[in-house]
């Protein structure tokens, strides 16, 4: 997966804001997940059909981080939901 | 707030959202499947609540799925839903359709999921009604996107009609506070609410005292701001306020009511119902169901030979799941014997049928209701 890649949410997934976290459930395994603030965020931009890097500039924006740290971040959790089915390359 | 009661509302607010988030899954697989068999539906309640009023999932439980249909697609949606394992493996459209003209809706349960849909074809079981609300709930839905699927919903103002009338004409107020706070947040949600459209079929149809009251309460209690003018016009501000003291008792104290209770208003009013020939046919309406009442809850065909011996099976259901209530409420227990009688009272007076007595059928006054 490079920075300049998009994902989608596959037809399967449903999820949703639940105050500052985020649950999502995919509807063909049962399964549910659950997604801490941070991890929301980056979800919510992905949903929007943000590249991975214009997320990456916005969390960095908004959360006063490094630029490294939230690349390994976002990297591992897309990486992380793609393998669960969460995530598919757009 | 003490740690641990937060700590506890955290866990049920989580709980809330995984099971609504599994509802509305449901939901897209019928609203998609209803809709490409050209069946247009209504989302009900909570699955136009959660979403779209409160805004939030976490924060509206729901206890199973409601949606409205149309009258003459009920067969057609009960074959379509049995496609997606919701009722039983025989065909039950007969028996669906024998029941149009008594009954309301119609409950079918997921073989494996647990999820309970409720298909309704009427608003309550008012039929033949001079005045049905129905032709303007239907005209008046509007279009919305519910679990991410396309549906229809009511329109703010028949939410809340709906809301009101579920609260005090169906149930009596022997529910939970949760009607009051739904009655608030479609309030607050929506600050262009036609108000005007609100009185005028609030006084149209059937519900009138029923919406008053619940109204009037939930001004009263929560602080909705319900327009003077409109609580006017639909009789608010000359409710009984001893009656309007005894819906709120109730309501306070529905959540207290044993389990088998709670869901069962009909046992409350067969419990204080003074006269036996009264008493003796509601319980025998409950018990020995019609034909196609019974094939459904079964899932036996209407014509099934094997269809009586249901009855046998009815009776012994129903004493696994009300035997104990039915016990403590005729065992003398004073708390659980007012309660039904104030249930009996309520449900007269918002009907407005005469009580036993001539008046409202309280013993004794009450203080105001705010």
Same mark, same amino acid.
């Given at each position: 997966?490079?920075?300049? @890649?998009?994902?989608?949410?596959?037809?399967?997934?449903?999820?949703?804001?639940?105050?500052?976290? *985020?649950?999502?459930?995919?509807?063909?395994?049962?399964?549910?997940?659950?997604?801490? $603030?941070?991890?929301?965020?980056?979800?919510? #931009?992905?949903?929007?059909?943000?590249?991975?890097?214009?997320?990456?500039?916005?969390?960095?924006?908004?959360?006063?981080?490094?630029?490294?740290?939230? %690349?390994?971040?976002?990297?591992?959790?897309?990486?992380?939901?793609?393998?669960?089915?969460?995530?598919?390359?757009? | 707030?003490?740690?641990?009661?937060?700590?506890?509302?955290?866990?049920?607010?989580?709980?809330?959202?995984?099971?609504?988030?599994?509802?509305?899954?449901?939901?897209?697989?019928?609203?998609? !499947?209803?809709?490409?068999?050209?069946?247009?539906?209504?989302?009900?309640?909570?699955?136009?609540?959660?979403?779209?009023?409160?805004?939030?999932?976490?924060?509206?439980?729901?206890?199973?799925?409601?949606?409205?249909?149309?009258? @003459?697609?009920?067969?057609?949606?009960?074959?379509?839903?049995?496609?997606?394992?919701?009722?039983?493996?025989?065909?039950?459209?007969?028996?669906?359709?024998?029941?149009?003209?008594?009954?309301?809706?119609?409950?079918?349960? +997921?073989?494996?999921?647990?999820?309970?849909? %409720?298909?309704?074809?009427?608003?309550?079981?008012? +039929?033949?009604? /001079?005045?049905? $609300?129905?032709? @303007?709930?239907?005209?008046?839905?509007?279009?919305?996107?519910?679990?991410?699927?396309?549906?229809?919903?009511?329109? $703010?103002?028949?939410?809340?009609?709906?809301?009101?009338? =579920?609260?005090?004409?169906?149930?009596?107020?022997?529910?939970?506070?949760?009607?009051?706070?739904?009655?608030?947040?479609?309030?607050?949600?929506?600050? *262009?609410? @036609?108000?005007?459209?609100?009185?005028? =079929?609030?006084?149209?149809?059937?519900?009138?005292?029923?919406?008053?009251?619940?109204?009037?309460?939930?001004?009263?209690?929560?602080?909705?701001?319900?327009?003077?003018?409109?609580?006017?016009?639909?009789?608010?501000?000359?409710?009984?306020?001893?009656?309007?003291?005894?819906?709120?008792?109730?309501?306070?104290?529905?959540? &207290?009511?044993?389990?088998?209770?709670?869901?069962? $208003?009909?046992?409350?009013?067969?419990?204080?119902?003074?006269?036996?020939?009264?008493?003796?046919?509601?319980?025998?309406?409950?018990?020995?169901?019609?034909?196609?009442?019974?094939?459904?809850?079964?899932?036996?065909?209407?014509?099934?030979?094997? #269809?009586?011996?249901? +009855?046998?099976?009815?009776?012994?259901?129903?004493?696994?799941?009300?035997?104990?209530?039915?016990?403590?409420?005729?065992?003398?227990? /004073?708390?659980?014997?007012?309660?039904?009688?104030?249930?009996?009272?309520?449900?007269?007076?918002?009907?407005? !049928?005469?009580?036993?007595?001539?008046?409202?059928?309280? &013993? *004794?006054?009450?203080? !105001?209701?705010?």
């Amino acid at each position: 997966m490079k920075l300049t @890649d998009r994902v989608r949410i596959p037809q399967e997934v449903l999820a949703r804001q639940v105050g500052e976290e *985020t649950v999502m459930l995919d509807l063909a395994k049962g399964a549910y997940f659950g997604l801490d $603030p941070v991890g929301a965020r980056m979800w919510q #931009l992905l949903a929007e059909g943000k590249t991975l890097v214009e997320v990456c500039d916005a969390i960095v924006e908004e959360y006063d981080v490094s630029r490294d740290a939230v %690349e390994q971040d976002l990297l591992g959790l897309v990486a992380d939901l793609m393998s669960q089915g969460l995530l598919v390359p757009a | 707030m003490p740690v641990t009661l937060a700590s506890q509302l955290d866990e049920e607010r989580r709980a809330t959202a995984l099971l609504n988030l599994r509802n509305y899954g449901e939901f897209r697989r019928i609203a998609r !499947a209803l809709g490409g068999a050209g069946i247009p539906l209504i989302a009900l309640k909570g699955l136009h609540l959660a979403e779209l009023v409160y805004g939030d999932i976490s924060l509206r439980p729901m206890s199973d799925l409601d949606i409205l249909v149309p009258r @003459d697609r009920v067969e057609r949606c009960i074959a379509v839903l049995r496609g997606l394992e919701y009722g039983y493996d025989e065909e039950l459209g007969a028996a669906a359709a024998a029941m149009l003209d008594t009954k309301c809706n119609l409950g079918l349960e +997921h073989a494996t999921l647990g999820v309970w849909l %409720e298909v309704h074809w009427m608003l309550d079981e008012r +039929h033949g009604e /001079p005045t049905d $609300p129905l032709p @303007d709930v239907w005209k008046s839905a509007v279009a919305a996107r519910l679990g991410d699927a396309e549906t229809l919903v009511m329109s $703010p103002e028949f939410l809340l009609l709906h809301v009101c009338a =579920h609260l005090a004409c169906n149930h009596s107020f022997s529910f939970s506070l949760r009607a009051l706070c739904d009655i608030a947040e479609i309030v607050r949600a929506t600050p *262009t609410l @036609d108000w005007a459209a609100i009185a005028e =079929h609030g006084t149209r149809h059937y519900w009138k005292r029923g919406i008053s009251a619940a109204l009037r309460l939930a001004h009263d209690y929560l602080g909705v701001p319900v327009p003077a003018s409109v609580l006017a016009e639909l009789g608010g501000d000359a409710l009984d306020p001893g009656m309007l003291a005894d819906a709120m008792t109730q309501l306070l104290g529905a959540t &207290s009511l044993p389990e088998g209770l709670v869901t069962a $208003p009909n046992l409350l009013a067969v419990s204080a119902e003074k006269n036996l020939r009264k008493k003796a046919a509601l319980l025998w309406s409950r018990a020995f169901l019609p034909r196609a009442e019974l094939a459904l809850l079964y899932g036996v065909p209407v014509d099934s030979p094997r #269809l009586p011996l249901y +009855h046998a099976v009815r009776l012994r259901d129903l004493l696994r799941r009300y035997a104990a209530g039915a016990w403590a409420l005729n065992a003398g227990d /004073p708390a659980l014997a007012e309660v039904a009688a104030r249930h009996l009272r309520l449900q007269r007076w918002i009907s407005g !049928a005469p009580a036993p007595d001539g008046g409202t059928g309280r &013993s *004794t006054p009450a203080p !105001a209701g705010s």
